[in-house]
């Protein structure tokens, strides 16, 4: 299929999520002339549509489309909520083995979202008319044979070292301007708190980012106008036209904000601007406290171990001897209720053959026992099992079955 025949194709075509979906993914690869879920060339416990996976928390799901170590896929109908599909695929991350791109598309947009241990998360969009492109196809097809092509450049440890200096930079000029260091870390333990919130949409539109922007003009406003925030924050209410959710805690008991100058604002503007999902809080809870401190300020640069080192350092020594231990157990776990089940199984053919039995001999002895002359009987099996093997039935015993 040519670009201009795909394109052509799937600006047309009015299709729903479900009708749409493989299809699309179909025409996608013979687009860029890359294997097809079920392609011999991949088994296809790697690499399939519809891959089941159980949601963090609770609840079974399923991926559009999934490849062991490169990407999953989850597909919206055309406009419709990628936002969804994203949070969807993150349910679905670690039961698929921590894929590091988690694709969402609602056909005339493919977006791609890196999601590497380790790195920020960035983005990747491809409208329809971008697949003209060669080089946009080519990209693509790393999604197929080379998803390091997307890993982040930065990593979280230098966004995280990035956005610890900044804060360390704010805390020091508003000392050096003869603001008490304890104010000074209250004051910004709320600027903290508002940079992740609105990255995680508790505060909308990146409301505290836009604040600090607009009041580069007029730097003499802005303490007044963060103080107003975080009494909108203290409680619960309205701040700038937006709904500001309360924010518990008792940060906000006192919603006192500084003054700051336009330097100041600026340093404060650039640590907004940071991706503040990306920020590592093992990492930046050391150096915030470094910066905030004048004791610890020259420990700032001092070097820490970043999450991934520590990971080629647990994962040979203990979490691999530990893995294989437990895959030891399991087995042996399986072993045992195998052969349980093995025995259960017997016990219920014995039982089973025990019930088939007493049915059968209920109406043999109930044949007998409509015979009228019950000593004739008797005296024929002593003959005949006396003439077999020596042995005699009890006249007891017949008369016993027969009563």
């Not at 197929?144 to 979280?156: D, G, H, N």
């Not at 171990?305 to 399991?330: G, H, N, Q, Y």
């Amino acid at each position: 299929m040519s670009p201009p025949e795909f394109i052509a194709k799937w600006r047309a075509v009015p299709v729903t999520e479900r009708q749409g979906a493989q299809a699309h993914f179909l025409d996608l690869c013979e687009l860029l002339g890359v294997a097809k879920p079920y392609d011999p060339a991949w088994p296809v416990e790697r690499y399939c549509f519809e891959k089941g996976a159980t949601k963090t928390g609770s609840g079974q799901g399923w991926a559009d489309v999934w490849l062991a170590g490169h990407f999953a896929w989850e597909y919206k109908r055309p406009e419709g909520d990628l936002a969804k599909a994203l949070k969807q695929l993150m349910t679905y991350a670690l039961a698929l083995d921590n894929p590091p791109l988690l694709v969402v598309s609602d056909i005339r947009l493919i977006q791609v979202h890196t999601h590497f241990t380790g790195t920020p998360s960035e983005v990747h969009s491809f409208e329809l008319d971008d697949l003209a492109d060669p080089a946009a196809r080519d990209k693509l097809r790393g999604l197929f044979s080379a998803p390091e092509r997307f890993r982040p450049a930065r990593t979280t440890a230098a966004v995280t070292a990035e956005a610890a200096r900044k804060f360390a930079e704010l805390a020091e000029a508003l000392r050096l301007r003869g603001h008490d260091k304890d104010r000074v870390a209250r004051f910004l333990d709320r600027c903290l708190l508002c940079l992740f919130a609105e990255d995680v949409g508790l505060l909308p539109g990146r409301l505290f980012e836009r604040l600090v922007d607009k009041s580069q003009a007029e730097p003499d406003k802005l303490g007044a106008r963060l103080a107003e925030l975080f009494r909108a924050m203290q409680a619960g209410g309205d701040f700038a036209l937006e709904d500001i959710p309360w924010f518990n805690g008792g940060l906000f008991d006192q919603p006192e904000a500084l003054p700051l100058a336009l330097p100041e604002i600026q340093i404060l503007l650039a640590a907004a601007r940071l991706d503040w999902q990306a920020i590592d809080p093992s990492i930046f809870g050391t150096l915030f406290e470094r910066g905030l401190d004048p004791d610890k300020r020259s420990q700032l640069g001092a070097h820490y171990t970043d999450p991934a080192s520590i990971a080629r350092i647990i994962e040979p020594v203990i979490v691999a001897p530990l893995l294989a231990e437990w895959a030891a157990t399991r087995a042996e776990i399986q072993a045992k209720l195998a052969r349980l089940a093995d025995e259960e199984a017997a016990h219920a053919e014995e039982a089973k053959a025990a019930a088939a039995a007493a049915i059968v001999s209920r109406g043999w002895t109930g044949s007998i026992a409509a015979m009228p002359d019950k000593e004739s009987l008797c005296r024929h099996f002593d003959l005949r099992w006396g003439l077999t093997g020596g042995r005699r039935i009890s006249r007891f015993v017949i008369m016993l079955f027969c009563s």
